[in-house]
């Protein structure tokens, strides 16, 4: 299976990318046999069904990009030299990042609450092979549609699209008005994404009745370090819902609230498509 799939709208008229990197849910039968955890664990680190949350965004205008691949298997936003010598046998010359030590880097070592995947470790082979074969596609790929955007409307806005557990937000966020936030935008302090790019989503998330924090308590992560330059006019703008918004968290199910939710979202998406930069040359009109 392709590590990704591309759905296109019928014309492409929008500087508008929406990718959804943590969705994949394709758990083959070589990895199941590699780790010690059901299934059911191993996708409670998935941002299950985002890839169906957003299935309406080529309708809108904008091409949506969806990992295949489940993030416990190999995580593509985080760096690819992010490795941990716990799981992986044979590393020389690599330190161990912050999210690797934690458990939590390219390869992952940990989901959900500290369960660990592997009993036994990985050659450092098979580790580049994964990173080979999915995360450096991915990537390129990105690379790839952010120049033609650039090439065609003088900008583009990748909408890096996510979700968080919600005990996660709330132990980690900040209460607005007695309610813990329902969407988290990140720009990485507007190294990532034009702050006025991240306000405009703001309003647009607030007019729909829904809570919003920035960067608090995520800012974004490796996407948005590598893609965002929004000084050459290249935005990325992560979005974390919270999963309580749509499913059933202890058994990974859609829950009750998801078709409903599901219309508002495609309300959101309708006008993040017209978001502009206020800094868009005016030649690229």
């Not at 008229?13 to 191993?42: D, K, M, W």
């Not at 999915?134 to 890096?160: S, W």
Request: proline share 6%; hydrophobic share 40%; glycine share 6%.
């Amino acid at each position: 299976m392709k590590p990704f799939i591309e759905t296109w709208p019928l014309e492409w008229n929008r500087p508008v990318i929406f990718a959804s990197p943590h969705s994949g849910r394709c758990y083959s039968p070589e990895f199941l046999c590699q780790t010690r955890l059901n299934e059911t664990t191993l996708r409670s680190t998935e941002d299950a069904f985002l890839d169906i949350l957003y299935r309406e965004v080529p309708t809108f205008g904008a091409p949506l990009i969806c990992v295949t691949v489940p993030r416990a298997y190999i995580d593509l936003n985080r760096a690819p030299d992010d490795l941990d010598p716990a799981i992986i046998s044979g590393l020389h010359g690599h330190g161990m990042g912050r999210r690797s030590q934690a458990g939590y880097g390219v390869i992952p070592r940990l989901v959900g609450k500290g369960q660990a995947i592997y009993s036994d470790k990985m050659t450092f082979h098979e580790a580049q092979c994964r990173i080979t074969a999915i995360r450096r596609p991915y990537h390129e790929r990105l690379d790839q549609l952010m120049d033609k955007a650039v090439d065609r409307f003088g900008e583009v806005i990748l909408i890096d699209c996510h979700s968080t557990p919600h005990d996660m937000l709330a132990s980690a966020s900040p209460t607005m008005a007695g309610r813990w936030p329902d969407v988290v935008l990140g720009d990485r302090f507007g190294r990532a994404c034009g702050v006025d790019i991240t306000e405009q989503a703001r309003t647009i998330f607030d007019s729909m009745g829904l809570s919003v924090t920035i960067n608090e308590p995520f800012a974004g992560a490796y996407i948005s370090h590598r893609h965002g330059r929004p000084q050459n006019g290249r935005h990325v703008l992560q979005i974390e819902l919270d999963r309580r918004l749509y499913l059933d968290e202890a058994t990974i199910k859609m829950n009750a609230n998801f078709a409903k939710f599901r219309s508002i979202l495609n309300l959101i998406i309708a006008r993040l498509v017209a978001i502009r930069s206020r800094n868009v040359p005016v030649a690229a009109e």
